[in-house]
């Protein structure tokens, strides 16, 4: 069981908006401001999509944003195009015992 | 180009041991912590392990405390992984990833992975 809770699936049709909740507790999501989203399409390595909750690296489009209320992390992909079908995995800093923490995953699918 | 290539995955017996390397160029390997995250097949991400830039600091998933040991030798760019006293339930593919800089708690760049399976 992941320490970090996502729904397992997500869907939409091209050009219309989801969002992926990651649900945590105060120890991690709700204690730090250090939440990560990663894209993993198959049989390929995860590419960092958010970090700091909010904060998209250089080359990642600025259809994906991310958010953070109490203890739950959200990403959001707006404009969903064919390529977004992956799998995304939330991310947290959990303190200087447990140090990180991953989401079970959430498997988008384009329609 | 930032790069990061792991290798030393294999076929390993319940009990046996494993060294996993992940060489890394195009950036100033010393000034960046990294970071082992494994992929169980079929499964989701799980934190391993890391290790500060230096070296001097080690962090451990409660998972793999007291049988993986992580180390680099900045020398070589290499990031190591020693696994020892290994279990089925660490069969996985290994990540080796660079910790976002000046301490950022995020993983940045990541390598392709290698193979781990412990199999009797």
């Known amino acids: 069981q992941s320490a970090l809770t996502q729904p397992a699936s997500v869907s939409g049709s091209p050009g219309q908006s989801i969002t992926i909740s990651c649900t945590g507790t105060?120890?991690?999501?709700?204690?730090?401001?250090?939440v990560s989203w990663y894209q993993q399409h198959p049989g390929k390595a995860p590419k960092l999509m958010i970090y700091?909750?909010?904060k998209r690296p250089s080359g990642v489009s600025n259809r994906f944003s991310g958010s953070k209320s109490g203890n739950t992390a959200s990403l959001t992909i707006s404009g969903l195009q064919a390529e977004d079908e992956a799998d995304y995995y939330c991310?947290?800093?959990?303190?200087?015992?447990?140090?990180?923490?991953f989401g079970g995953g959430t498997k988008l699918t384009v329609l | 180009e930032v790069q990061l290539v792991e290798s030393g995955g294999g076929l390993v017996q319940p009990g046996g041991s494993l060294r996993l390397s992940c060489a890394a160029s195009?950036?100033?390997?010393?000034?960046?912590?990294m970071s082992w995250v494994r992929q169980a097949p079929g499964k989701g991400l799980e934190w391993v392990s890391a290790?500060?830039?230096?070296?001097?600091?080690?962090y451990y998933a409660d998972s793999v405390k007291g049988r993986f040991t992580i180390s680099r030798d900045n020398s070589k760019n290499t990031l190591y992984l020693q696994m020892n006293s290994l279990r089925a339930e660490d069969t996985a593919v290994y990540y080796c990833a660079t910790l976002g800089s000046r301490g950022g708690h995020y993983m940045d760049v990541w390598g392709k992975g290698t193979t781990v399976t412990v199999s009797s």
């Open positions: 991310c947290s800093y959990a303190g200087s015992s447990t140090y990180w923490v």
């Open positions: 105060s120890s991690d999501v709700g204690g730090y401001n250090y």
């Open positions: 290790i500060s830039g230096s070296g001097g600091s080690t």
């Open positions: 195009g950036f100033t390997f010393s000034s960046y912590a």
């Open positions: 700091d909750v909010s």
